[in-house]
Nanobody
Framework: QVQLVESGGGLVQAGDSLRLSCAAS????????MGWYRQAPGKQRESVAT???????YYTDSVKGRFTISRDNAENTVYLQMNSLKSEDTAVYYC????????????????WGQGTLVTVSS
């Protein structure tokens, strides 16, 4: 079955860096778009970054220049490198798989990971 397993979350200080990983299985990883979403306490889940099967990337405005999404199709893994973290980046981060990547998130989304908590202290 389709499975997405995130890792790499934790507690860091403002200005620090963190890299999230998402290991995928159960589907043809290289043929699908992937994305990272986040949900802060009391807020709706939002798309943070997406990447097409070919490696094109999209980011929400608040993370542009600080976060980088990448993928390793040989390892069936997608990453989110987060630099210059801010307290407002505190959230549960979710990996997701879909058909297409857009600037507003994934289309035809078909799988979610369980989430990993990132806490940024100021």
């Amino acid at each position: 079955q389709v499975q997405l397993v995130e890792s790499g979350g934790g507690l860091v200080q403002a200005g620090d860096s963190l890299r999230l990983s998402c290991a995928a299985s159960g589907f043809t990883f290289g043929s699908n778009a992937m994305g990272w979403y986040r949900q802060a306490p009391g807020k709706q889940r939002e798309s943070v970054a997406t990447i097409t099967s070919g490696g094109s990337t999209y980011y929400t405005d608040s993370v542009k220049g600080r976060f980088t999404i990448s993928r390793d199709n040989a390892e069936n893994t997608v990453y989110l490198q987060m630099n210059s973290l801010k307290s407002e980046d505190t959230a549960v981060y979710y990996c997701a798989a879909g058909g297409q990547a857009t600037a507003w998130g994934l289309r035809n989304l078909f799988a979610w990971g369980q989430g990993t908590l990132v806490t940024v202290s100021s």
